[in-house]
């Protein structure tokens, strides 16, 4: 497994058509591969997220089976004459994980649930819209994804939930589009968790990094990083 990171130039034309659609941005990605890897299956997928980590510095992160080359990125909307992208070998990285370890997290995802608004109609999946049931989305994957979230010290037995854990949700993203080859129109929510958890599953984590959580992994969600708490 890799983990590749590469600065985008915000000023290029090119970018900004590149960020306001996950369709081209998830075409780039796939053509960063000589061989595109196989379809997702049992085995690690390639997963990307985009973010914003000050108004002059938006970064691409993959991780993938195989190593990518992003030169055309580099070419359309990086700097020729100066850019680069950063690629680790992620597996040694993956090897180290062990229950008990904390770590901050960054994770964008599409948070959903089933629902119908009569008795009558077939359910739907919809977007939860409201911090509160976001966080909620995440919580209820936490064990199924070998983590769980740290709760903060607090000697208050009724704090709310959205105040009761190392968790921030932003960068809400209403996305809308329509399906390349089926004229489908599409539309999701993307957001942001930031926060800190604690390993409880060391296995289970390595399958949640490498695999994606949630829904939308082919429109730039469901990418879990790890950094020193």
């Not at 990518?68 to 993956?94: A, C, I, M, N, S």
Request: glycine content about 8%; overall charge positive; charged content about 25%.
């Amino acid at each position: 497994m890799y983990l590749t990171r590469f600065r985008i130039n915000t000023a290029r034309v090119g970018a900004r058509r590149l960020l306001s659609s996950p369709q081209r941005m998830h075409a780039a990605v796939m053509s960063s591969f000589a061989e595109i890897p196989a379809p997702a299956g049992q085995g690690p997928r390639v997963l990307w997220r985009i973010d914003q980590d000050s108004p002059t510095a938006t970064h691409l992160h993959i991780v993938s089976p195989a190593k990518p080359d992003l030169t055309h990125l580099v070419e359309q909307v990086g700097w020729p004459q100066t850019g680069r992208w950063e690629t680790f070998d992620y597996g040694p990285f993956l090897d180290l994980l062990a229950a008990g370890q904390r770590w901050a997290f960054r994770l964008t995802a599409n948070p959903v649930h089933t629902a119908r608004r009569k008795d009558d109609e077939p359910t739907k999946i919809t977007a939860h819209v409201g911090v509160r049931h976001q966080m909620g989305w995440l919580l209820q994957r936490q064990d199924n994804a070998g983590f769980r979230v740290i709760e903060k010290a607090s000697e208050h037995q009724l704090v709310p939930e959205r105040d009761r854990h190392e968790l921030v949700v932003h960068n809400r993203r209403e996305l809308a589009f329509t399906k390349a080859g089926q004229g489908k129109p599409v539309t999701l929510v993307s957001v942001t968790f930031d926060g800190r958890l604690e390993v409880t599953d060391p296995a289970v984590l390595r399958r949640t990094l490498t695999h994606g959580l949630g829904k939308a992994k082919g429109y730039g969600c469901g990418l879990m990083t790890l950094v020193k708490a």
